[in-house]
């Protein structure tokens, strides 16, 4: 199973789609790591949208000709 499919089934089986469908009943304890994991790809994306995509200094340099072709 790729990395990326395993955090995403992980992610699934922790917002509780294991009582929908038996593939994600996840064994929690057996792989203590796993939670961890995801919980540092979540903190990683939310330091990525909020810290490193400043919308407001990004949207500041778009000068007002573009703002209006876009209008």
Do not use: H
Not at 24 to 35: A, E, L, Q, R, T
Not at 39 to 62: H, K, N, P, Q, S
């Amino acid at each position: 199973m790729s990395l990326v499919f395993s955090k995403i089934s992980e992610s699934c089986a922790a917002d509780g789609a294991g009582e929908i469908n038996e593939f994600f009943k996840f064994d929690w304890v057996s792989g203590g790591w796993n939670p961890m994991d995801a919980l540092g790809a979540g903190f990683g994306g939310y330091l990525a949208v909020i810290i490193l995509f400043r919308v407001d200094e990004i949207l500041d340099d778009v000068s007002q000709a573009t703002v209006n072709s876009l209008e």
